[in-house]
T-cell receptor, first 113, second 108 residues
Framework: DTEVTQTPKHLVMGMTNKKSLKCEQH?????MYWYKQKAKKPPELMFV???????INESVPSRFSPECPNSSLLNLHLHALQPEDSALYLC????????????FGPGTRLTVL | GQNIDQPTEMTATEGAIVQINCTYQ??????LFWYQQHAGEAPTFLSY????GLEEKGRFSSFLSRSKGYSYLLLKELQMKDSASYLC?????????FGTGTRLQVFP
């Protein structure tokens, strides 16, 4: 299994809602990542988890809260988002953190109304 | 600061060769990655260079010069399906820093 899966594919939420994005991989990778991508722009790193511990937070606002319950799962909890947070949210994994090939999931298209 | 620059857009003809350049100035360097991303899809890995020189993989080759902070991706025998965005990314400690991306359009 060389796949990273993400659910849901699409999400529409209001500014007062609380929702979660889910990412799963079964490749035995020990590093997992969240990226945000706006249209026609490159992915921007948000968080890195290494061995289930948060190793990098790229100064992301606290309305985004990551969680790594185990080595296969990564969640992103969303609360009180703003319309400018609308974007494609990509999850990725790699064997280890560092200069390793990252495998990306298909992303969740988020719209904040 | 971190700067990774690529041309914004390029066009080419089916069957031709195209070279996509990437220049970088970063505070750390653990290798240079190239990814392909079709519209609405996830990025997929193409190549990785950590030492100077050319790496060849089928129709795609990637070159790195660390002293010049320069890389290129060479695509040969272009096909319509090669129309996509091409992202170079610098490995830096535990993360990848992506360049601005190049949208390549291949015409018949």
């Amino acid at each position: 299994d060389t796949e990273v899966t993400q659910t849901p594919k699409h999400l529409v939420m209001g500014m007062t809602n609380k929702k979660s994005l889910k990412c799963e991989q079964h490749m035995g990778h020990r590093a997992m990542y969240w990226y945000k991508q706006k249209a026609k722009k490159p992915p921007e790193l948000m968080f890195v988890y290494s061995y289930e511990k948060l190793s990098i937070n790229e100064s992301v606002p606290s309305r985004f809260s990551p969680e790594c319950p185990n080595s296969s799962l990564l969640n992103l909890h969303l609360h009180a988002l703003q319309p400018e947070d609308s974007a494609l949210y990509l999850c990725a994994s790699s064997q280890l953190a560092g200069p390793n090939e990252q495998f990306f999931g298909p992303g969740t298209r988020l719209t904040v109304l | 600061g971190q700067n990774i620059d690529q041309p914004t857009e390029m066009t080419a003809t089916e069957g031709a060769i195209v070279q996509i350049n990437c220049t970088y100035q970063t505070s750390g360097f653990n290798g240079l990655f190239w990814y392909q991303q079709h519209a609405g899809e996830a990025p997929t890995f193409l190549s990785y260079n950590v030492l100077d020189g050319l790496e060849e993989k089928g129709r795609f080759s990637s070159f790195l010069s660390r002293s010049k902070g320069y890389s290129y991706l060479l695509l040969k025998e272009l096909q319509m399906k090669d129309s996509a965005s091409y992202l170079c990314a610098v490995g830096n400690t535990d993360k990848l820093i992506f360049g601005t991306g190049t949208r390549l359009q291949v015409f018949p």
